[in-house]
């Protein structure tokens, strides 16, 4: 079995690059962001401040988080509710970034996520997988993009699922969160020292697929085969 984290700010095409790998790999893949998501709509859903760590916190025995893989795909489950794409609304990426800064928070998901890596060859995507996560993973990539760039794939990925927004709204937001996610004091989303960085910000979502396929093979023979 092995190991694969891809790290780097949102809308840098993480989960897209992660998923394809593991449909190429025959690997599992575990979409992280989508944990911290669920535990961010359920913030909103409750009414509470999502940088009231003490309110937040307060609230994870009311959660239950389950993942299911159909057809090879992800689906997180809160409370036994399939939320499919509401956790992917601009404001839900807000509140992800908040409650993700949230030590108890971490620490409520980390073993669901470890557990998933203990049984099986697995690709993560996320902010801190390399340097929390799983730190003794096969290959680390530090997949990143320009704003701008980063902002026209969200943008249009929105427009595509009928969501009502503009690319400058979604550029700000993006912005900020890249802030926030740096600036936290808990697990900042930065590059692990022994990750690779790869910026795609002029690749298509091919060449940005072959590009870290190529890293991958290079480190793990058995992903070779």
Do not use: C, W
């Not at 530090?142 to 902002?151: P, Q």
Request: charged content about 30%; overall charge negative; proline content about 4%.
């Amino acid at each position: 079995m092995y190991q694969i984290a891809i790290d780097g700010p949102s809308g840098a095409g993480k989960s897209t690059v992660a998923k394809q790998v593991a449909a190429r790999l025959g690997i599992v893949y575990v979409d992280t962001g989508a944990l911290y998501r669920t535990v961010g709509y359920y913030v909103r859903e409750k009414g509470v401040d999502k940088h009231d760590a003490e309110g937040v916190t307060a609230l994870l025995p009311g959660i239950r988080i389950g993942i299911r893989y159909v057809d090879g795909v992800q689906h997180v489950f809160l409370n036994g509710t399939d939320l499919k794409d509401a956790i992917r609304e601009p404001e839900i990426s807000m509140y992800a970034s908040a409650v993700s800064a949230i030590p108890a928070v971490r620490a409520f998901l980390l073993d669901t996520q470890r557990d998933i890596a203990r049984s099986n060859s697995v690709v993560m995507d996320g902010r801190d997988i390399g340097t929390v996560i799983l730190p003794d993973a096969d290959v680390k990539i530090f997949l990143s993009a320009s704003s701008e760039a980063r902002a026209r794939r969200r943008y249009l990925e929105l427009k595509e699922k009928g969501v009502d927004t503009t690319f400058e709204d979604v550029l700000e937001d993006m912005e900020k969160r890249d802030r926030a996610d740096r600036e936290r004091d808990v697990a900042p989303a930065v590059a692990a020292p022994d990750a690779v960085l790869l910026d795609n910000s002029d690749l298509s979502p091919e060449e940005s697929l072959e590009a870290v396929l190529r890293l991958i093979r290079e480190r793990v023979p058995e992903a070779a085969k």
